[in-house]
T-cell receptor, first 114, second 112 residues
Framework: QQQVKQSPQSLIVQKGGISIINCAYENTAFDYFPWYQQFPGKGPALLIAIRPDVSEKKEGRFTISFNKSAKQFSLHIMDSQPGDSATYFCAASMQRGATNKLIFGTGTLLAVQP | KAGVTQTPRYLIKTRGQQVTLSCSPISGHRSVSWYQQTPGQGLQFLFEYFSETQRNKGNFPGRFSGRQFSNSRSEMNVSTLELGDSALYLC???????????FGSGTRLTVV
């Protein structure tokens, strides 16, 4: 019940296209859903995050769509660029009680072809 | 402002030895978490410290321990190293743990 399932494992997108990565969770106590981007040799960097009281959040070319009833959330990268090529992780946590243990998905390796 | 600093960046240890990794959080951040990243298991939570107290712990054996100092700097220790402990160990800091975490670049530990 603590798992976060992420798909696809890898993704190839043409420059200018839309990249979509999906995640699903079971534990309805999760109340914070961030997405992280990781480049080789670096730690994960927070991209965007959402809480379950909203269905969508957009920051620049990155959008999170959240479906509370289906227990699913997804990351959309619009106008994908070669510089977006990285590994993306979704995560979930229960922030009530002020403990922020992140449960990560297994990651998606995105390659944006020029 | 300076990010999360982890030292050393790379470490090679022999099976059975112990190791200590260090993390300096972003100035003002009081919550520090540690994660292990491996190709097989992905990113797994080790523990979280807030104001020098361990607030949460993951499912790792007791060989993995940590502590946090009054200046919020944190260390993690792994005793009796096993080959399977080879991983990237990541430290992340947050103001109080209920907002976004900033990760360091990690310490790459290789156990031979």
């Amino acid at each position: 019940q603590q798992q976060v399932k992420q798909s696809p494992q890898s993704l190839i997108v043409q420059k200018g296209g839309i990249s979509i990565i999906n995640c699903a969770y079971e534990n309805t106590a999760f109340d914070y859903f961030p997405w992280y981007q990781q480049f080789p040799g670096k730690g994960p960097a927070l991209l965007i995050a959402i809480r379950p009281d909203v269905s969508e959040k957009k920051e620049g070319r990155f959008t999170i769509s959240f479906n509370k009833s289906a227990k699913q959330f997804s990351l959309h990268i619009m106008d994908s660029q070669p510089g977006d090529s990285a590994t993306y992780f979704c995560a979930a946590s229960m922030q009530r009680g002020a403990t922020n243990k992140l449960i990560f998905g297994t990651g998606t390796l995105l390659a944006v072809q020029p | 402002k300076a990010g999360v600093t982890q030292t050393p960046r790379y470490l090679i240890k022999t099976r059975g030895q112990q190791v200590t990794l260090s993390c300096s959080p972003i100035s003002g951040h009081r919550s520090v978490s540690w994660y292990q990243q491996t190709p097989g298991q992905g990113l797994q939570f080790l523990f979280e410290y807030f104001s020098e107290t361990q607030r949460n712990k993951g499912n790792f054996p007791g060989r993995f321990s940590g502590r946090q100092f009054s200046n919020s700097r944190s260390e993690m220790n792994v005793s009796t190293l096993e080959l399977g402990d080879s991983a990237l160990y990541l430290c992340a800091s947050s103001w109080q743990g209920t907002d976004g975490y900033t990760f360091g670049s990690g310490t790459r530990l290789t156990v031979v």
